[in-house]
């Protein structure tokens, strides 16, 4: 089994002051067993001010992890924040590789090597699940690395992000591993006595219905070309939910949702956040193929809410805990102006929790780009899925 201890720091500027808080609170010398990894999550400035290099250097274990604007940990939730993740183990071991300077190397020659680092992963045993942190590229995503995973002759558990800063500024989106911050792939393969749990919630529970069910009857990677044999676009407007002048009913971003179902069971939620220009298709954070069933539906702050209040209900109710999660961007976006609100909520959910259980929940939330996590199948085997406007978490104990 595996234990697990969180700490966090908002000292931006002081190197030296967050080395020591994080030490503080992680106790390394008295809790760390024979095996230990440190997943982290943090806001931009940090790397820049120098403080991830500090606490990378002081820290007696390997750290991976990615940037993000908003993150939550233990009862603590912010934009300017560091965070760590302890997990240490003597029955449990992890494994890190990196595919180094993804945004200078074309896509066929990422496809190889990650291709050659997965198989490399597998040579002595299967891991347990393999945790990845990538940024975002275009000529090498989220879809192309599961394809990738799930081509193998026996696929492994795919669980991690595509690291986003809402900003948006030149620069973000690196990720943490081998000792610097990059743009990189990052792998930490678990093996061992670790049995991971995956959970998957959207701002919009797959029993709902939001209209009509459709057709993908066209589509090219992350564009959505016909839908029932129409355009894309003209499908929308008569559907209500684009306006004559292109803009997305009721909203003031592009921003349009809609669930995905595949004839093998698998189902996943797609972003679609504009027109491809001078045509009626439209661009998605997540690639789809012709033959899916689709449902489009508005953005809900009140639903994302629920969904994630409904998660952590669940995990009261289990008693489960030790988990890291990422949320998607875009539900954040839906709550407005109150951005942080799901995080407010996660933490209510974790006082209820010890308040129930006597323990505290102990997480790690940061928000993505992109969700990667498995979802069962019709035949209830886990499938590698890249996930759009939902809250995934792997728990731990």
Known sequence: MVKFYTAVTKEIDDAEAAVREICEQLKPMENTLKNTIGIVHFYNEFYETGVCKAIIDALPFELVGCMSSYSAVSGEHGD??????????????????????????????????????????????????????????????????????????????????????????????????????????????????????????????????????????????????EINGTPALSYLKEQGMITSDNAVTGSAIWAVPAILTY???????????????????IFSTGGMEAGAKIKFAFVDGEKTLASAEKLIRDWTDTKENDFIAYSCAARAWSLGTKFYAEAEKITEGANEYQLKHNKPLKYSVAYSGGEICPVPDNAGKLVNVLHNYTLIACSFN
Do not use: W
Request: glycine content about 8%; proline content about 5%.
């Open 80 to 225: 300017i924040m560091l965070s760590v993740t302890m997990i240490t183990s003597d029955d449990a071991d992890f494994s890190v590789r990196v595919v180094e300077e993804v945004n200078i190397k074309p896509q066929e020659q990422i496809l190889d090597e990650v291709t050659r680092l997965c198989r490399e992963l597998c040579e002595e045993e299967k891991p347990k699940v393999v945790m990845t942190f990538i940024p975002p590229l275009r000529q090498f995503g989220g879809d192309e690395l599961i394809s990738a995973v799930n081509d193998l002759p026996d696929p492994f558990l795919l669980f991690g992000t595509v690291a986003f800063i809402m900003e948006n500024k030149e620069g973000g989106h690196y990720v943490m591993g081998n000792g610097k911050i990059s743009s990189a792939f990052v792998f930490v393969a678990f093996y061992g006595d670790v049995e991971p749990k995956f959970h998957v919630t959207t701002s919009f529970a797959f029993d709902e219905s939001f209209g009509n069910v459709a057709e993908i009857t066209g589509a090219d990677r992350l564009t959505l070309k």
């Open 263 to 281: 004839p093998n069971g698998v189902k996943l939620v797609r972003a679609f956040l504009g027109i491809v220009e001078n045509t009626e298709f």
